[in-house]
């Protein structure tokens, strides 16, 4: 079964505008993490934003928020004022379980966004 | 404070070989975590180590192996490569979860392997 859904395989935004990409999770676990990475067509994987099942405000860093939505089991990305450096692929990952829970991240299948100018 | 270093960034191999990549985590960071990434499959996990420690295996066969060192650097063996293996091969570091909390895990820039 699909544990991280990315509806979006490709989006274009125009500079300066917000944009939304979507990512919704399946787990019975009480106890998970969310996360969201960048990956630029030189393949690094660069983290961006973190929500744990626990906290109770939506993680914001920088340009990037996190919306948030526990009894439907999303976990939107926000970037606001959307740059040309943000082209790039966009994915959504989850880690479950607590202290027992082992280091493996479920990753979805990405979203491509693409910014003009 | 340095990141998550990976070597080598690029390495081409034939059929039959065997490959030993390189995974140096963050300073601090006692788990280490494996992925391959291909354009068919996408993101799956591969292994993770702790302590030295195996702690979880993905859905790959024996041919892949890894280890971890007693300075928490790991590394990674695919044995007998085909051309299958031609991936984007990412290792993550991350703190172990401390009570219920899960915590942030950070990629290197990833070693990518061609098989011919």
């Known amino acids: 079964a699909q544990k991280i859904t990315q509806t979006q395989p490709g989006m274009f935004v125009q500079e300066k505008e917000a944009v939304t990409l979507d990512c919704t999770y399946d787990t019975s676990d009480p106890s998970y993490g969310l996360f969201w990475y960048k990956q630029p067509s030189s393949g690094e994987m660069i983290f961006l934003i973190y929500q744990g099942s626990y906290d109770q405000q939506n993680a914001t860093e920088g340009r990037y928020s996190l919306n948030f939505q526990k009894a439907r089991k999303s976990a939107n990305l926000v970037i606001s004022a959307s740059q040309l450096g943000d082209s790039a692929m966009y994915f959504c990952a989850m880690r479950e379980g607590g202290i027992q829970g082992a280091q493996k991240l479920v990753f979805g299948q990405g979203t491509r966004l693409t910014i003009n100018p | 404070k340095a990141g998550v270093t990976q070597t080598p960034r690029y390495l081409i191999k034939t059929r039959g070989q065997q490959v030993t990549l390189s995974c140096s985590p963050i300073s601090g960071h006692r788990s280490v975590s494996w992925y391959q990434q291909t354009p068919g499959q996408g993101l799956q996990f591969l292994f993770e180590y702790f302590s030295e420690t195996q702690r979880n295996k993905g859905n790959f066969p024996g041919r892949f192996s890894g280890r971890q060192f007693s300075n928490s650097r790991s590394e990674m063996n695919v044995s007998t490569l085909e051309l299958g293996d031609s991936a984007l091969y990412l290792c993550?570091?991350?703190?172990?979860?401390?009570?219920?909390?899960?915590?942030?895990?950070?990629f290197g820039q990833g070693t990518r392997l061609t098989v011919v």
């Open positions: 993550a570091s991350s703190l172990v979860p401390t009570g219920l909390r899960n915590t942030e895990a950070f």
